[in-house]
C-alpha cells in the first residue's frame, strides 16, 4: 500500500469487490491493506460458489469489514426466511449455495436444512448478514452491489446488468459483473469484481471521498 495513505483517515475508504467465499484470497489481499486506517467495505456476493464461505464471513467479522447485499445474500437470506418452502431452497442451492452449505456442515444423506439453519444462527452469521444494507453513501460516493439505475428500485440496487446513472459529484462504486480488470470511469462508477471465485483475482481500492476518485488499487490473484 502507498505510505502516504497507510495512515490516512480522513476522507479515504477502501472497498473491496466480490469475494464468493474465496477465503484466502481475501486474507492475502487484507495483508495488503490491513495498514490503512480508514473504514473497510464490501460491494457484497461474499458467499457461494467458493468453498470457504463459512471463513469468509467470520473474517469479515473479525476484522469488522462493511459488506452491502448482493444478489447471493439475497438468495440466500430467502432461503433461511423461507425454509420451509423447498422452492427458495433449490434456488439458492442452484447459483453456488450448495458450496456455502458445504462450509458449514459435512453434507449426508442425514443433513437437512434444518441443520444448516441451526448452524448459522448458533454462529451469528445469519443475523451479520441480514444486516447488510442496500447501500452505504459516504460523502460523494456510493457503494452498492449493482449499481444505481435508470428507473431501479431496491431490488435492482443488487441485481441489475445495466450501466448505472451518472450522478452529478458521485462516484457509484460496485460489483456483480465480473471482469478480468477493474472498470474505472472517473467522475462516474467503478466496477471491481474482477472475478476471484472464476480464478482470476480479488481487487480493492482505496478511495478519497471527497474528490470521489481512486486513490489505489490493490489485488490478490486467486486461491480458494
Same mark, same amino acid.
Given at each position: ?26 486474507v ?9 486506517k ?19 464471513? +467470520? &473474517? ?5 469489514? /462493511?459488506?452491502? !447485499?448482493? $444478489? ?7 432461503? =433461511? %426466511? ?7 431452497i ?36 445469519? +443475523? &451479520? ?5 442496500? /447501500?452505504?453513501? !459516504?460523502? $460523494? ?7 444505481? =439505475? %435508470?428507473?431501479?428500485d ?38 471491481i ?18 474528490k470521489?476518485e481512486?486513490?489505489?488499487? =490493490? ?6
Open positions: 500500500m502507498n505510505k502516504n495513505l497507510k495512515n490516512s483517515t480522513r476522507n479515504f475508504i477502501a472497498v473491496i469487490g466480490d469475494i464468493h467465499g474465496c477465503y484466502n484470497t481475501l492475502d489481499l487484507y495483508e495488503k491493506i490491513k495498514n490503512f480508514g473504514n473497510i467495505y464490501c460491494v457484497g456476493d461474499v458467499i457461494d460458489r467458493g468453498i470457504n464461505s463459512k471463513r469468509v464471513v +467470520q &473474517f469479515l467479522i473479525d476484522k469488522k469489514i /462493511k459488506p452491502v !447485499i448482493g $444478489n447471493h445474500e439475497y438468495w440466500f437470506l430467502d432461503a =433461511i %426466511k423461507n425454509k420451509e418452502d423447498i422452492t427458495y433449490r434456488k439458492w442451492l442452484v447459483y453456488g449455495g450448495d458450496s456455502t452449505l458445504e462450509s458449514y456442515l459435512p453434507v449426508n444423506e442425514n443433513t437437512t436444512f434444518n441443520d444448516f439453519y441451526d448452524e448459522v444462527i448458533f454462529q451469528g452469521h445469519y +443475523q &451479520f448478514i441480514s444486516g447488510f444494507p442496500l /447501500k452505504y453513501e !459516504i460523502n $460523494n460516493v456510493i457503494i452498492s452491489h449493482a449499481g444505481i =439505475i %435508470k428507473n431501479g431496491d431490488n435492482s440496487i443488487f441485481f441489475n446488468y445495466e450501466k448505472p446513472l451518472q450522478l452529478n459529484g458521485k462516484l457509484q462504486i460496485f460489483g456483480h459483473i465480473p471482469y478480468k480488470e477493474i472498470q474505472y470511469i472517473k467522475d462516474w462508477y467503478a466496477s469484481d474482477t472475478g476471484c471465485v472464476f480464478q482470476n483475482k480479488l481487487s480493492a481500492i482505496v478511495v478519497d471521498t471527497v470521489a481512486i486513490a489505489e488499487i =490493490i489485488e490478490s490473484p486467486y486461491s480458494e
